[in-house]
């Protein structure tokens, strides 16, 4: 089998195009955050492990649902909450410096 060194490199190149477009779809996607959620830093409390915990009651209304959330309530980062992952939320807007 015959095979085109120019072909390949048209063929890499749409190849890459389609995963370069898919990254900045991905990217202008929109961002959750705390005030998308109607939230504040101060309605959680980051734990000794890391974790954060509801200070009190409080319900989220996203384009995910809407989440209920109690102070008996951790968030790990990684662990998704109704499609939400809370705490990288957290970590990206609440942790200290």
Not at 19 to 35: C, D, G, P, R, Y
Not at 59 to 74: A, H, N, V
Not at 77 to 92: K, N, S
Request: glycine share 6%; charged share 10%; proline share 5%.
């Amino acid at each position: 089998m015959n095979s085109h060194p120019t072909r390949h490199f048209l063929y890499a190149s749409v190849a890459g195009l389609v995963l370069s477009a898919a990254a900045v779809s991905a990217s202008a996607a929109t961002l959750t955050t705390l005030s998308s959620m109607s939230l504040s830093c101060i309605d959680f409390k980051q734990n000794s492990n890391g974790s954060w915990t509801p200070t009190h009651t409080v319900t989220i209304f996203s384009d995910k649902g809407t989440l209920k959330l109690t102070p008996s309530m951790k968030f790990v980062l990684g662990t998704p909450v109704g499609g939400i992952d809370i705490a990288e939320i957290l970590w990206r807007e609440c942790a200290p410096r």
